[in-house]
């Protein structure tokens, strides 16, 4: 499982450089390869080790194609989905049209979400959490019925 945020820069070839506590998941679960594609909803990266893409990209293939926003979602995950691999030191190449989605500069934040990481620029990351969390406070932190019985 991955999780935690972490701070980390892109350099100026479009490499990130992962953080070691997950290089070694990465090398023995998915020998390195892994799936970069867009999030439909906001602006940063999706990254999954390639199996637990292709179960996803399974689901997407799956969908009736005839349905606008099925197709929609199609295009977008499937059509961006680039193939990445770790490198000798730990890190891969993010392309160009997938940074200039993101608007990844310099400082961007790696954030473990279970099964996948997301890649956020530092600035898109630091003011959609703000955002989250007046959200939370303001909205009396409406749950949907399968978390209202989980315990912290």
């Not at 891969?92 to 608007?103: F, G």
């Not at 909205?139 to 399968?146: A, I, N, Q, R, T």
Request: charged share 30%; aromatic share 8%.
């Amino acid at each position: 499982m991955f999780r935690g945020v972490n701070a980390i820069q892109l350099d100026e070839k479009g490499r990130i450089n992962f953080p070691a506590r997950y290089r070694q998941r990465l090398e023995s679960e998915a020998a390195g390869q892994l799936i970069v594609t867009i999030d439909t909803e906001v602006r940063c990266l999706l990254m999954y080790p390639l199996a637990a893409w292709e179960s996803i990209e399974q689901k997407l293939e799956m969908l009736p194609s005839f349905n606008r926003q099925a197709r929609r979602i199609q295009r977008l995950l499937i059509g961006h989905a680039t193939e990445v691999e770790l490198d000798g030191q730990g890190r891969i190449l993010i392309p160009q049209p997938l940074r200039d989605y993101a608007e990844l500069q310099k400082a961007i934040v790696l954030v473990g979400q279970g099964k996948k990481f997301e890649i956020w620029s530092e600035h898109s990351w630091n003011e959609a959490r703000k955002i989250w969390i007046e959200e939370g406070m303001e909205s009396g932190g409406e749950l949907p019925g399968d978390l209202e019985s989980l315990s912290l």
